[in-house]
């Protein structure tokens, strides 16, 4: 058959083997069967350590037979599980061996023939799901592969689920480098049958057009795409196969780099209303009346986002800085400069919480022109806005009026914004503040509120520090500022574990220290991960209510799965359950901290109870505050000291370091305690230990990347899906995604569709799934 890498596999191998490689893998055509690359590569003689093992794991090992038995049960016996009704008549017992010595047990059920077809000292791959009997480890019907021989044929009574009977496993050829690929399984895929059909894609597709130029691939000294994908699945030697990864790799990076390219393009074409500074405006007054100076950090991004203001096309900057290094005045700033130009702002913040702060904080650093609409204020004063989701019908009203209106002014808010029915009607930037915490759709909503209208500038602002190849992939479209440095008059922050399970002494000494803090006119914070013993979501404070609330909540859920914030579940299902605000407030209210006073924050509590208990510990009222993540961001309380995190395994990295953050914000130094039960040398234990070990929050995010291996990069896919990048590592290859971010700005350059190179444009499209592709397009 004349075959592409679009032919659909049901023609190649019919319709049931593509079925199943469809539902469980997620290929639909040759070229994505050959883009499932091995995930390691075997080599003859050198065989699998069987010590390293996990049972209840699939694993795929390369061993040797040392022994083979073959069983005649009395009177039959019960079938295996899932083998029909039929009972077991024959067992072959095959045992492996490594290098070591090590030896695995095999079995077969009612298949005859392995012991002519695997004499002892023959070389293999066995996979299976790995289990233990007796105390040794076995895999039952494993899938097989003979490294070296020919002659695989199916033993007599196989079902197709252990050897396999399909037309299209045939026996595996002898691979000629010595190095056997070991391909990633899933369930009701044996690696023989990959084997097989990875064999017969290379067969039909012996020699792909090349998508990239030729000068391209010559000046990046690469291989062809055809000799990549034969050595990558087929290595003539390591040579080879470190040439095959070296070209999919930079396919992969160049790929993700011209959708970015194209959209940067696309939106430099894009019209703005240029909203240059305005002497003797807002911003000037805002300046002059500061009562302190801004740092060199906050001038140096100040001018680089004054700029983008004043051009034709609209801003799209991401904006990250340290806990505390003073983005919100850069932000003001901002809004200021857009506000003289005679157009709204809007910032756009993830829980009421934050947005309330938000408010306060503006108005505060305001004054007086921040006083829009009240008596006393000066006629060149503008108003800052609230706009949640809890807020009265007629506190609503008066802000939806507010935005519709189109006066120059400052709208603050939640989800809530992004509700059907509220039009932006002058809109000329948003802000989107701690923006790990929205969906793309989300953000997206806000950005193209206005209908018909040139868009607005955008400024993505992040407390969470992105490493430079994430900035360059997931973010790749957007201008990076960083600010440098913190504002003068932070404490540093000195954090340490507290190992509850092994020293519970130290756990005593920590409320003996809060009491200390306390005693000085202190206060402090105490976070856990849950709100109560009943609730199934930790965190629910979207600023929304009622269906749309719980549609936002689960968008942002589903977009912030493999977010840097989240920590993976990886410590077992054997844990008790987390501790919750309302457990540890009655355990410490009648216990360690009886007397205090003691308050209780989470993202359920009506608005205006969350408010009433910010503003009175904000002023001092609250000693000891127990609450959820809900002051992770945006909460500025000087005198708060000292923070205690209970169970702080089950958080992310960057969530911890969002959240000491909290303290240290006046003239005394900040304590942070990770209490924690996690053993030594576990996952939790060391996410617990780097970030004790660091305050740099850059560290902390490449020490997440390393620890997290990385995942996807795009972040998008769910688990079973078919992921567009497999080849790319952020930390890795930096400088390969570096090359293909300047070799994607040279070919959209003067061809920003790539109409001039139609197979490289197809070819983009294929290689980026159609997921990835808007998830870039929306930013």
């Given at each position: 058959m004349n075959a592409t890498l679009q032919t659909p596999l049901r023609e190649a191998v019919g319709g049931r083997t593509a079925a199943r490689l469809t539902e469980s893998l997620g290929v639909v055509t040759l070229g994505q069967m050959l883009a499932h690359y091995p995930r390691r590569y075997d080599q003859r003689g050198q065989l699998t350590d069987i010590a390293g093992l996990v049972v209840g794991e699939r694993a795929t090992v390369l061993a040797r037979v040392v022994d083979i038995q073959e069983i005649q049960p009395r009177g039959g016996g019960a079938p295996p599980r899932g083998r029909g009704r039929g009972g077991v008549s024959h067992i072959t017992r095959i045992t492996v061996a490594d290098g070591k010595g090590r030896r695995l047990t095999c079995t077969f059920f009612n298949q005859r023939g392995w012991k002519h077809r695997l004499p002892v000292g023959t070389e293999a791959m066995f996979s299976g799901k790995v289990s233990e009997f007796r105390g040794e480890r076995q895999i039952s019907t494993p899938s097989v592969a003979v490294i070296g021989r020919s002659d695989e044929a199916t033993p007599d009574g196989a079902d197709g689920r252990g050897a396999g009977s399909d037309a299209v496993t045939e026996a595996i050829e002898e691979f000629a480098g010595g190095l056997a690929p070991v391909y990633p399984l899933a369930e009701?895929?044996?690696?023989?049958?990959?084997?097989?059909?990875?064999?017969?894609?290379?067969?039909?597709?012996?020699?792909?057009?090349?998508?990239?130029?030729?000068?391209?691939?010559?000046?990046?000294?690469?291989?062809?795409?055809?000799?990549?994908?034969?050595?990558?699945?087929?290595?003539?030697?390591?040579?080879?196969?470190?040439?095959?990864?070296?070209?999919?790799?930079?396919?992969?990076?160049?790929?993700?780099?011209?959708?970015?390219?194209?959209?940067?393009?696309?939106?430099?074409?894009?019209?703005?209303?240029?909203?240059?500074?305005?002497?003797?405006?807002?911003?000037?007054?805002?300046?002059?009346?500061?009562?302190?100076?801004?740092?060199?950090?906050?001038?140096?991004?100040?001018?680089?986002?004054?700029?983008?203001?004043?051009?034709?096309?609209?801003?799209?900057?991401?904006?990250?800085?340290?806990?505390?290094?003073?983005?919100?005045?850069?932000?003001?700033?901002?809004?200021?400069?857009?506000?003289?130009?005679?157009?709204?702002?809007?910032?756009?913040?993830?829980?009421?919480?934050?947005?309330?702060?938000?408010?306060?904080?503006?108005?505060?650093?305001?004054?007086?022109?921040?006083?829009?609409?009240?008596?006393?204020?000066?006629?060149?004063?503008?108003?800052?806005?609230?706009?949640?989701?809890?807020?009265?019908?007629?506190?609503?009203?008066?802000?939806?009026?507010?935005?519709?209106?189109?006066?120059?002014?400052?709208?603050?808010?939640?989800?809530?914004?992004?509700?059907?029915?509220?039009?932006?009607?002058?809109?000329?930037?948003?802000?989107?503040?701690?923006?790990?915490?929205?969906?793309?759709?989300?953000?997206?909503?806000?950005?193209?509120?206005?209908?018909?209208?040139?868009?607005?500038?955008?400024?993505?602002?992040?407390?969470?520090?992105?490493?430079?190849?994430?900035a360059m992939t997931v973010y790749g479209d957007l201008d990076t500022s960083t600010l440098e440095g913190l504002p003068r008059g932070r404490s540093p922050i000195k954090t340490t574990v507290v190992p509850a399970a092994e020293k519970p002494a130290w756990l005593e000494r920590a409320w003996d220290r809060v009491r200390e803090e306390v005693g000085k006119g202190h206060q402090i914070y105490v976070v856990c991960p849950k709100i109560g013993d009943d609730e199934t979501d930790p965190e629910e404070d979207g600023g929304g209510s009622g269906r749309s609330a719980g549609k936002a909540r689960r968008a942002r859920r589903k977009d912030a799965d493999d977010e840097w914030g989240s920590a993976p579940d990886d410590d077992g299902d054997e844990r008790r359950p987390p501790l919750s605000v309302v457990q540890v407030a009655e355990h410490l209210g009648s216990g360690p901290l009886a007397g205090l006073r003691l308050e209780i924050l989470h993202g359920r509590l009506p608005a205006v109870d969350k408010e009433r208990t910010m503003l009175r510990f904000a002023a001092g009222e609250i000693d000891v505050l127990v609450s959820t993540t809900v002051i992770e961001v945006g909460v500025d309380v000087p005198n708060a000291t000292m923070m205690v995190i209970m169970d702080a395994e089950r958080f992310g990295l960057s969530q911890l370091h969002q959240l000491r953050g909290r303290v240290g914000r006046g003239t005394a130094e900040g304590v942070c305690l990770l209490v924690s039960e996690a053993p030594p040398g576990s996952a939790g234990r060391e996410r617990l230990d780097a970030i004790a070990a660091t305050t740099d929050g850059f560290r902390l995010a490449e020490i997440d990347l390393e620890m997290r291996r990385e995942g996807n990069v795009l972040g998008t896919h769910q688990a079973g899906a078919a992921t567009s990048l497999k080849m790319l590592r952020l930390l890795r290859d930096r400088s390969v995604i570096e090359q293909a971010r300047i070799d994607a700005q040279d070919l959209v350059a003067d061809d920003p569709e790539l109409t001039r190179r139609p197979a490289l444009a197809e070819w983009v499209a294929t290689t980026i799934a159609a997921a990835d592709q808007e998830y870039l397009e929306k930013g």
């Amino acid at each position: 058959m004349n075959a592409t890498l679009q032919t659909p596999l049901r023609e190649a191998v019919g319709g049931r083997t593509a079925a199943r490689l469809t539902e469980s893998l997620g290929v639909v055509t040759l070229g994505q069967m050959l883009a499932h690359y091995p995930r390691r590569y075997d080599q003859r003689g050198q065989l699998t350590d069987i010590a390293g093992l996990v049972v209840g794991e699939r694993a795929t090992v390369l061993a040797r037979v040392v022994d083979i038995q073959e069983i005649q049960p009395r009177g039959g016996g019960a079938p295996p599980r899932g083998r029909g009704r039929g009972g077991v008549s024959h067992i072959t017992r095959i045992t492996v061996a490594d290098g070591k010595g090590r030896r695995l047990t095999c079995t077969f059920f009612n298949q005859r023939g392995w012991k002519h077809r695997l004499p002892v000292g023959t070389e293999a791959m066995f996979s299976g799901k790995v289990s233990e009997f007796r105390g040794e480890r076995q895999i039952s019907t494993p899938s097989v592969a003979v490294i070296g021989r020919s002659d695989e044929a199916t033993p007599d009574g196989a079902d197709g689920r252990g050897a396999g009977s399909d037309a299209v496993t045939e026996a595996i050829e002898e691979f000629a480098g010595g190095l056997a690929p070991v391909y990633p399984l899933a369930e009701g895929v044996t690696q023989q049958l990959l084997q097989k059909v990875v064999k017969l894609a290379l067969d039909l597709v012996p020699d792909p057009p090349d998508p990239l130029p030729e000068l391209l691939v010559a000046g990046r000294e690469l291989v062809d795409l055809g000799t990549a994908l034969r050595d990558i699945h087929r290595p003539r030697s390591k040579d080879a196969l470190t040439a095959a990864q070296e070209r999919l790799r930079y396919d992969e990076a160049l790929a993700i780099q011209l959708v970015l390219a194209q959209r940067r393009a696309r939106a430099r074409h894009d019209p703005a209303e240029p909203c240059p500074p305005i002497e003797g405006g807002l911003l000037s007054a805002f300046d002059a009346a500061l009562p302190f100076a801004l740092t060199d950090g906050q001038q140096q991004v100040g001018e680089q986002i004054a700029r983008d203001l004043s051009t034709l096309h609209p801003m799209n900057r991401l904006l990250q800085g340290e806990v505390g290094s003073g983005k919100t005045v850069v932000a003001l700033r901002a809004m200021l400069q857009v506000l003289d130009a005679g157009r709204q702002a809007v910032l756009l913040a993830p829980t009421e919480v934050l947005a309330g702060q938000h408010v306060r904080s503006l108005r505060a650093m305001l004054g007086p022109l921040g006083r829009g609409g009240e008596l006393g204020a000066p006629p060149e004063a503008i108003a800052v806005t609230l706009l949640t989701g809890s807020l009265s019908t007629r506190a609503r009203r008066e802000a939806l009026s507010a935005l519709m209106v189109g006066q120059p002014g400052i709208v603050v808010g939640t989800h809530a914004l992004l509700s059907e029915g509220v039009v932006v009607s002058n809109l000329g930037l948003v802000v989107v503040d701690e923006q790990h915490r929205f969906g793309v759709e989300q953000r997206d909503a806000l950005r193209g509120r206005q209908v018909g209208a040139a868009p607005p500038h955008v400024l993505v602002m992040t407390a969470t520090p992105i490493p430079r190849t994430v900035a360059m992939t997931v973010y790749g479209d957007l201008d990076t500022s960083t600010l440098e440095g913190l504002p003068r008059g932070r404490s540093p922050i000195k954090t340490t574990v507290v190992p509850a399970a092994e020293k519970p002494a130290w756990l005593e000494r920590a409320w003996d220290r809060v009491r200390e803090e306390v005693g000085k006119g202190h206060q402090i914070y105490v976070v856990c991960p849950k709100i109560g013993d009943d609730e199934t979501d930790p965190e629910e404070d979207g600023g929304g209510s009622g269906r749309s609330a719980g549609k936002a909540r689960r968008a942002r859920r589903k977009d912030a799965d493999d977010e840097w914030g989240s920590a993976p579940d990886d410590d077992g299902d054997e844990r008790r359950p987390p501790l919750s605000v309302v457990q540890v407030a009655e355990h410490l209210g009648s216990g360690p901290l009886a007397g205090l006073r003691l308050e209780i924050l989470h993202g359920r509590l009506p608005a205006v109870d969350k408010e009433r208990t910010m503003l009175r510990f904000a002023a001092g009222e609250i000693d000891v505050l127990v609450s959820t993540t809900v002051i992770e961001v945006g909460v500025d309380v000087p005198n708060a000291t000292m923070m205690v995190i209970m169970d702080a395994e089950r958080f992310g990295l960057s969530q911890l370091h969002q959240l000491r953050g909290r303290v240290g914000r006046g003239t005394a130094e900040g304590v942070c305690l990770l209490v924690s039960e996690a053993p030594p040398g576990s996952a939790g234990r060391e996410r617990l230990d780097a970030i004790a070990a660091t305050t740099d929050g850059f560290r902390l995010a490449e020490i997440d990347l390393e620890m997290r291996r990385e995942g996807n990069v795009l972040g998008t896919h769910q688990a079973g899906a078919a992921t567009s990048l497999k080849m790319l590592r952020l930390l890795r290859d930096r400088s390969v995604i570096e090359q293909a971010r300047i070799d994607a700005q040279d070919l959209v350059a003067d061809d920003p569709e790539l109409t001039r190179r139609p197979a490289l444009a197809e070819w983009v499209a294929t290689t980026i799934a159609a997921a990835d592709q808007e998830y870039l397009e929306k930013g």
